[in-house]
């Protein structure tokens, strides 16, 4: 007799808009998105955060380093959204693989491929909600980015490694081994290869010009324009917010603590010799924009305390409370002649916003360490 069992049947997927050759197609515009993503991610984190081998190597040229590895960081992640998108459109019908596991290896792999999907999501999803300074999770962003780029490293990295003969032979149109399937790209993958590249280019040209500022005026979904803020530069924490509120002439004193330490009242400050630089502020979240500053070479502070050549510095905030009131500099930035003590923005006195009486602004350096309401300058052992 005919057994009645029913066989739930899974969906059958059929067409090239789901083939390997399509998922190789995205997979390599989102392996190169990611690569470009991870390494300008490393040198953003070594440069704010590194380790006691390194934090006296830091190079301070060229003058826009930092301001092109991070809009790279923020634009090649805001790239990656659309190709991921498109990627797990194209494999999805794998999730209904029958049977779901087969051998322990097939077990294995489908769990790195997890990994790989739910850290690649949480990384663009965090990072971009980071660029509009939204953090609406429980944990703090920086180190658990950090964490997680590793393990979708990791996990890209298994993942090319057990594709490799099939990205192999789907890499190009044409590839010798696949005489037999169907060489031609038709239509149909064309077209949404066509609608990816669009996608990719729409968010990347609405975006991109909140660093590159020749393309500002297509800015239409970044959190940023950079001309909008006082003297035509943006703020990310303003006076008020940090606390500080207006710092009185008369009661500002600047310290120099090192081996001769001294003080100094604005007025000593501003009689100072001046010096006029062009440097960027470039923040970690993605805007950069160039400026003009005067103001008092780090360097003859220094050499006035007597600090050794090799010492590092630290600059001290008069904001009392927040992660960025302190920020340390390696010899290379302390020494460099573009590096001020600046007072001046734009040709005027620096809005309080921006750091008012005085400001660090120093070349190849990531805005959250370009120390505002500077107060002291330390010269470490
Ligand atoms: N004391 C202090 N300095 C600070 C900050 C801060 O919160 N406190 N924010 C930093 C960040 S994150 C950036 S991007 C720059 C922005 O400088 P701006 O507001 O003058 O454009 O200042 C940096 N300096
Ligand atoms: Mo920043």
Redesign the pocket.
């Given at each position: 007799m005919e057994s009645m069992k029913l066989r739930v049947s899974p969906p059958v997927f059929k067409g090239r808009l789901h083939d390997a050759r399509t998922a190789t197609s995205i997979g390599r515009w989102l392996g190169a998105a990611f690569v470009v993503c991870f390494l300008t991610g490393l040198i953003s984190h070594y440069m704010q955060h590194p380790p006691d081998w390194l934090a006296n190597h830091i190079p301070s040229r060229p003058a826009w380093g930092y301001r092109v590895s991070q809009g790279l960081h923020v634009a090649s992640g805001i790239a990656a959204i659309p190709l991921l998108l498109a990627k797990l459109w194209t494999v999805y019908p794998r999730l209904f693989e029958w049977p779901p596991l087969r051998s322990v290896r097939h077990a294995l792999e489908r769990l790195s491929v997890a990994v790989l999907v739910g850290g690649a999501g949480f990384e663009l999803a965090t990072g971009l909600l980071n660029t509009a300074q939204w953090y609406p999770w429980p944990f703090s962003f920086v180190p658990v980015h950090y964490a997680v780029a590793w393990l979708v490293v990791g996990a890209l990295i298994l993942h090319i490694a057990v594709k490799a003969p099939e990205i192999r032979t789907h890499w190009s149109r044409r590839s010798p081994g696949t005489l037999a399937l169907p060489a031609q790209d038709g239509p149909e993958r064309r077209s949404l290869l066509t609608a990816v590249g669009a996608a990719v280019s729409a968010v990347t040209l609405t975006t991109v010009g909140q660093s590159f500022t020749p393309l500002k005026s297509l800015i239409l979904l970044a959190p940023r324009h950079p001309d909008h803020?006082p003297q035509d530069?943006?703020?990310?924490?303003t006076a008020a917010a940090?606390g500080v509120g207006r710092i009185e002439d008369e009661e500002y004193r600047l310290v120099v603590a090192g081996p001769r330490p001294y003080t100094l009242t604005l007025e000593e400050l501003r009689a100072l010799p001046q010096h006029e630089v062009r440097l960027p502020?470039a923040?970690?979240e993605g805007w950069s924009k160039s400026a003009q500053w005067t103001g008092v070479r780090v360097v003859d502070l220094l050499e006035r305390a007597d600090a050794p050549r090799h010492a590092r510095v630290r600059v001290v905030?008069l904001?009392l409370r927040?992660g960025?009131?302190v920020s340390e500099m390696g010899h290379e930035h302390a020494r460099d002649p573009l590096t001020l003590l600046a007072l001046r923005l734009n040709g005027e006195e620096l809005d309080p916003?921006?750091?008012y009486p005085a400001?660090l602004i120093a070349p190849n350096r990531p805005?959250?360490l370009?120390?505002?309401?500077v107060g002291r300058l330390e010269v470490l052992a």
């Open positions: 803020g530069l943006p703020v990310n924490r940090a502020i923040c970690v905030s904001q927040g960025y009131r916003d921006h750091g400001r805005g959250v370009q120390t505002k309401w």
